[in-house]
C-alpha cells in the first residue's frame, strides 16, 4: 500500500483502486515534513490547507464512483516561479513578496485535471539564477543526503523535496541545468523535455528561449507519468510545439537494445570528479550490458557553451525582469519621491546581488555598441552547438554525460566565486542551448555518502528514447531511498 515513500504511479494506482485514500497519503507526506523541513528546509510555503481539501475533493470523487485522474490523490510540490492560482508566487524574490497568482499555469491546471494535490511552493535561487539554491531571499535549502551540503540550484528545493520524500513529484524548470543539477546532487531523476514540449505559460521568465518545466521524480517511471500530463500543445504559449505526446509508460517497456549511445569526449577532460567519471562509466557499461551500442564522439563546439550561454541568458533576463520596477509588478517603495527613485529603490531593494549582476551583464551586452560584438556572438556560437548536436544524432540515439563535474558541494563553498559556481552547469548548459531533451538519473554514491548523476541527452521530442534508456539502466541499478530522518 501506498506511503511517503511510495512513487507518483504506486500512490496513484492506490488510490483510485481505494486501497488507501487521498487524505491518508497527504497525512503521511505531512507527517514527514514535519520530520525533516525544519533541517532540509525545501520549501517557501506549504500549502496544507489547501492540500487537504484537495485530497478530500478527490476521495469524495472516487466515492461518487467518478473515474478519478491520471495523478489522484499524488502530492505535488511546484517550483515558486510556476503560478497557482491564489497562492503567493515570489520567485524567491523580495521583490514579488505577497504578490497572488491571479491564474493557473498551464502545467498547474493539467496536474489538477488529473486530480493531483499540490502540497505546497518549494525554495528555489531568485528568479531561478543560480545553481545551489543558496541565492534565495528567504533561506538556503540543504541536502538531504548531508544538510552540509548544497541541493543544487536553482530547483533545489523541488529535489530535495522529492528525494526526502516530502512529495511523490515536484515540478521545476531548467534554464541550463536547473532541473537536472539537483537531480544529480539529491539522487533523484529529473527530466527537462524539449523546448517546446511542455508550456511556458503561467512560468515567470527567466531567459524565454532557454526555460522548459520537467518533473523531478524518484522513479523514472514517475517521470514519465508527470510528462504525459504536462506535455502538449498549448494555444497560451506560442513556442509549445503542435506535437503527438506519446505514451511515455509503455515506451518504458522497449529496453536499450538496439540503442546507439555516444561518448562525447569534450565531457571527460581534466577538472571532472575522478569518482563521478568512474561511476558515469560504469553506468555506460551497464547499459552496454543490456544490449546497447557505445560508441566515441565529438561536440566540438560544446566548449563555447558556457560563455555563450552566460551572454544569451543575462539578456533575456534583462529584458523579462523589466516588467519588476515597483510600478506595473513588484514591490513599490513609500521613499520614492519621484518615478526615477521609485524604479531605483523597488528594484534595489528587491533583488539579491546575483539577480542584479545578471542583469547588469545583459544589459551591457545588449547596449548600443556593443550587441554584435555579445549578442550576436553569443548566438551564431549557440548555433554551432546546436549543429553539433544535430551531427551527432546522425550516428547515436542517445548521448551519455556526467550531469555534473561533482557531487554536491558544502554550503558557501562557491557563494564568493560566481565563476566557480557557473561552472557547475557547464554539462547541462549545451543541451538548452540546442533545445533538446535531456535527463539526469543517479548512478552511484560517491566514497562520502553524496549522489552522482548519469545524464542522457536526446533529440528533440525523442524523451520516449531517453525514458527507455533511464528506465532500463534503473532497473538494473535500482537506488537507495533516504532514510527516515535527515542526516545532520
Known sequence: MATAESGACVVARDVARGHISAEEVLTEHLRRIRAWEPKVKAFIRVMEGDALGAARAVDAKRGRGEKLGRLAGVPIAVKDNILVRGVETTCASRILQGHLASYDATVTQRLLAEDAVIIGKTNMDEFAMGS???????HATRNPWDTACVPGGSSGGSAAAVAA??????LGSDTGGSIRQPAAFCG??????????????????????LDQVGPLARSVADAALALSVIAGSDPMDSTCAAQPVPDYLKELEAGVKGLRIGIPKEYFLPGLDPEVETAVRAAVEVLTGLGAEVRD???????????????????EASSNLARFDGIRYGRHSPQARDLGEAYELARGEGFGPEVKRRIMLGTYALSSG?????????????????ADFAAAFQQVDLIATPTAPTAAFRLGEKTEDPVAMYLSDVFTIPSNMAGNASMSVPCGLTRSGLPIGLQLI?????????????AAYECARPFPMLPEAPRA
Open 297 to 315: 564522439i565529438s561536440l566540438p563546439h560544446t566548449r563555447y557553451a558556457v560563455s555563450s550561454y552566460y551572454i544569451v541568458a543575462p539578456c
Open 188 to 209: 533523484v531523476a529529473g527530466l527537462k523535455p524539449s523546448y517546446g514540449r511542455v508550456s511556458r505559460h503561467g512560468l515567470v521568465a527567466y531567459a524565454s528561449s
Open 370 to 386: 556593443y550587441y554584435e560584438a555579445y549578442y550576436a556572438t553569443a548566438q551564431r556560437a549557440r548555433a554551432l552547438i546546436k
Open 458 to 470: 536526446a533529440d528533440c521530442f525523442c524523451e520516449n528514447s531517453l525514458l527507455r534508456a533511464a
Open 132 to 138: 545551489s539554491t543558496e541565492n534565495s531571499s528567504c
Open 165 to 170: 520524500g516530502l512529495c511523490a513529484l515536484a
